[in-house]
């Protein structure tokens, strides 16, 4: 599996950026894709995931400011960022997830840079 990120930039405080992610190669039927982000210093954590049935999950820190969404078509899921904070500055990871019995599998895309400014 490939993902493909774009979207992401510079952009002032309390503005909005949109992420995307395509995901090609074997894609299965059931699986997760969501986002993570990493600021320096910092450890890799969760932003949103949206499962292959539309079923959402966000951390505390972007609820109600972040949406997650697919196009199971597309294989593509976006990542709408709104009322951006200094702190939502990372480096933006798509990621693509699926259990399998051996367990779980999982790839990662390269990675977009969020730079939020004051």
């Known amino acids: 599996v490939q993902l493909v990120e774009s979207g992401g930039g510079l952009v002032q405080a309390g503005g909005s950026l949109r992420l995307s992610c395509a995901a090609s190669g074997s894609i299965f039927r059931n699986y997760v894709m969501g986002w993570f982000r990493q600021a320096p210093g910092n450890q890799r954590e969760l932003v949103a995931t949206?499962?292959?049935?539309?079923?959402?999950n966000y951390a505390e820190s972007v609820e109600g400011r972040f949406t997650i969404s697919r196009d199971n078509a597309k294989n593509t899921v976006y990542l709408q960022m709104n009322t951006l904070k200094n702190e939502d500055t990372a480096v933006y990871y798509c990621?693509?997830?699926?259990?399998?019995?051996?367990?779980?599998?999982?790839?990662w895309g390269q990675g977009t840079q969020v730079t939020v400014s004051s």
């Open positions: 990621n693509y997830r699926r259990t399998v019995a051996a367990g779980l599998v999982e790839y």
């Open positions: 949206i499962s292959s049935g539309g079923r959402t």
